[in-house]
Structures are given as structure tokens and as C-alpha cells.
């Protein structure tokens, strides 16, 4: 089993930035791949971005690319989202997610309970 915790998100105007961070513990050495999914209110949730573990592959969506970055440290099993350029359009909660090996991200299995992004014009 693999735990995510979510932070950073907060309130801020458009075109500033925030770092998002999620957390993994548990059976972190399990892990195919990390990604992050946001969900405004009445929309689907929407994949922005997603890498996998142990090699330099990262997805990013249109509606982010160009804009927001991720990272992580390895060491201590945290994923970074650094999100610039804010739009009012990515308000939303963002959720960090995780599949084993053998699964997809697209359809990931671990889930953290989510942090609130609100982009004020």
C-alpha cells in the first residue's frame, strides 16, 4: 500500500505561482508512476501531468504545458508540481496519483485526498 499526502495549494491572482507538493510513504519502491489530476467543479477529472519513476519520461496536458513543471526527490518520495502563469481557468482541486508496476496512471490506484487551487483575475 502506498499513502499520498497533498500541499501547497492556496489562493492566489492570476499570473502568480505555487508549488504543489505530494508526499508518498509506504510501499514507495512498488511504484510505476506519479501524476497529477485536478477536478474544477461540474468538469471531469482532467490528467495535467505525470511522470515515471526511474526514468525521465514526463506527460504534461496542453492546457498546462509550457506553464507547469514537475520534479522530485527521490530520496524522500515527494513529487513537486511548480505551477507559474496562473490562470483563472486552473482553479480546481488537485490530486496526486500513483500506479504500481503493471498499471497505468491514467488509472491509478493510489490517491491523495486533494488541495485546493483557487486563481482569483
Known amino acids: 500500500q502506498v499513502q499520498l499526502v497533498e500541499s501547497g495549494g492556496g489562493s492566489v491572482q492570476a499570473g502568480g505561482s505555487l508549488r504543489l507538493s505530494c508526499a508518498a510513504s509506504?510501499?514507495?519502491?512498488?511504484?510505476?508512476?506519479m501524476a497529477w489530476f485536478r477536478q474544477a467543479p461540474g468538469q471531469e477529472r482532467e490528467q495535467i501531468a505525470a511522470i515515471v519513476k526511474r526514468s525521465t519520461f514526463t506527460y504534461y496536458a496542453d492546457s498546462v504545458k509550457g506553464r507547469f513543471t514537475l520534479s522530485q526527490d527521490n530520496a524522500a518520495n515527494i513529487l513537486y508540481l511548480q505551477m507559474n502563469s496562473l490562470k483563472p481557468e486552473d482553479t480546481a482541486m488537485y490530486y496526486c496519483?500513483?500506479?504500481?508496476?503493471?498499471?497505468?496512471?491514467?488509472?491509478?490506484?493510489?490517491w491523495g485526498p486533494g488541495t485546493q487551487v483557487t486563481v482569483s483575475s
Open positions: 496519483a500513483a500506479a504500481p508496476i503493471g498499471g497505468s496512471c491514467r488509472d491509478a490506484t493510489y
Open positions: 509506504g510501499s514507495t519502491g512498488q511504484l510505476y508512476c
